[in-house]
Antibody
């Protein structure tokens, strides 16, 4: 069974950089894309971006200028960095296994709050 | 803003059938996927591809599509089906989500 376990800072000040990492346990790692999804409080889901072990990455156009994702195959981990955060970036962030359409395994979610 | 459109809320009587819809241009070229999310939990994949259910998903959940509209049908809704339902699809190189539908089982 595949499990995703994620971690990172939960409280940020405006203009800081959000950084989250997700470890993948079980299953294959290199053969998949890995995505990040966020959910502002009381709102719907928003795709942030995806990447794979070959360095191929795609990002949500609305976030592209601030987002970077990376994959470390040796550690079976992938990471998200979002720069210049504002209160609008307050959300629960999820790491997910991306089947280029369906997201079949999800991390537990991290609430990231941006507040001065 | 979401590029797939869902009704914000739908209700169904216990044991009855309910359809939740998702509309958007990307659905003309890509299949919708459906997720169930209960409070304070991560979403769970319900349906993917044309009509595929992951292992463990009850048969009462089914999907269909026509043109730019995808539908999730729950046949014989149970109390435990009360949750938020989200749709998504590929849109070229990107992924788009609907705004989610809150299902109340009466």
């Amino acid at each position: 069974q595949v499990q995703l376990q994620q971690w990172g800072a939960g409280l940020l000040k405006p203009s800081e950089t959000l950084s989250l990492t997700c470890s993948v346990y079980g299953g294959s790692f290199s053969g998949f894309f890995w995505s990040w999804v966020r959910q502002p409080p009381g709102k719907g889901l928003e795709w942030i971006g995806e990447s794979n072990h070959r360095g191929s990455a795609k990002y949500n156009p609305s976030l592209r200028s601030r987002v970077t994702t990376s994959v470390d195959t040796s550690k079976r981990q992938f990471s998200l960095h979002l720069t210049s955060v504002t209160a609008a970036d307050t959300a629960v962030y999820y790491c997910v296994r991306d089947l280029r359409g369906p997201f079949d395994f999800w991390g537990q979610g991290n609430l990231v709050t941006v507040s001065s | 803003s979401s590029e797939l459109t869902q009704d914000p809320a739908v209700s169904v009587a216990l044991g009855q059938t309910v359809r939740i819809t998702c509309q958007g241009d990307s659905l003309r070229n890509f299949f919708a996927c459906w997720y169930q999310q209960k409070p304070r939990q991560a979403p769970v994949l319900l349906i993917y591809g044309e009509k595929n259910r992951p292992s463990g998903i009850p048969e009462r959940f089914s999907a269909s599509s026509s043109g730019n509209t995808a539908s999730l049908t729950i046949t014989g809704a149970q109390a435990e089906d009360e949750a938020d339902y989200h749709c998504n699809s590929r849109d070229g190189d990107h992924v788009v989500f609907g705004g989610g539908t809150r299902l109340t089982v009466l």
